[in-house]
């Protein structure tokens, strides 16, 4: 248990914080999973679903959730699998 009034307050903002990041995460694991499969099975709109994943993958950089270096990684792994 926290002694000072300051831990307090920071226990309260790193709960507040690692409850929005597992929503977001959630948000992008979701995202990538329905691209794959809209790649895999060479639907019309694939490269919608795609580009829709990427938008979710830069906002979530954007805003520290993920490092920068993941998300390219995921970004080509995607645009491979979507034929041009």
Known sequence: MANTR???KRIKQNEK???RNRAARST??????TART???EKSP?????VL???RVLDRAVSRGIIHRNT???K???LARSVPR
């Open 6 to 8: 300051s831990a307090m």
């Open 17 to 19: 914080r690692r409850l």
């Open 45 to 49: 709109q694939s490269k919608e679903v």
């Open 38 to 40: 809209a790649a895999a």
């Open 75 to 77: 970004k080509s792994a």
């Open 71 to 73: 998300a390219a990684r």
């Open 28 to 33: 992008i694991r979701s995202a990538l999973k």
């Open 52 to 54: 829709e994943a990427i």
